[in-house]
């Protein structure tokens, strides 16, 4: 119960950035918010994975309903893409570990609860976003 309660601990301090996360606003690809999502003191992937997603579930389905018109999820994986591409010496740094988590989470939820179509429009990407991420 411990670690669970530990971690549970830590999501809930970032209960607001993910709620901005999953909310009704765009956020602006070049914003700090994206540094401030990842930073968890300790990987997500580290943790109890029915925890983590027992965690994340609420804030994966809000994810579900804003999506369309705020594309957050496209420019989570985004982010992912780019700190991926920037990890060193083969060992990603946490930032890339925690984002890579959130995505893998998002998809499962997606997969569980939702259908295939619902999958393939969490990853289009249309000319307003395309606009969004221009110069990133």
Not at 80 to 107: C, F, I, K, Q, Y
Not at 111 to 131: D, K, R
């Amino acid at each position: 119960m411990g670690a669970g309660h530990s971690l549970q601990s830590r999501l809930a301090q970032h209960d607001k950035l993910l709620q901005k996360l999953t909310g009704p606003d765009s956020i602006e690809y070049s914003s700090d918010f994206w540094q401030q999502l990842f930073d968890l003191q300790s990987p997500l992937a580290s943790q109890d994975p029915a925890i983590v997603q027992d965690a994340l579930l609420p804030h994966c389905r809000q994810l579900l309903v804003h999506n369309p018109i705020t594309h957050n999820f496209q420019k989570l994986v985004l982010h992912t893409l780019d700190l991926a591409s920037t990890a060193a010496n083969g060992e990603p740094p946490r930032a890339v570990a925690n984002s890579l988590h959130m995505v893998a989470v998002v998809v499962k939820v997606v997969l569980e609860t939702c259908s295939t179509g619902t999958l393939a429009v969490m990853f289009e990407l249309g000319p307003a976003f395309a606009e969004a991420v221009q110069g990133r």
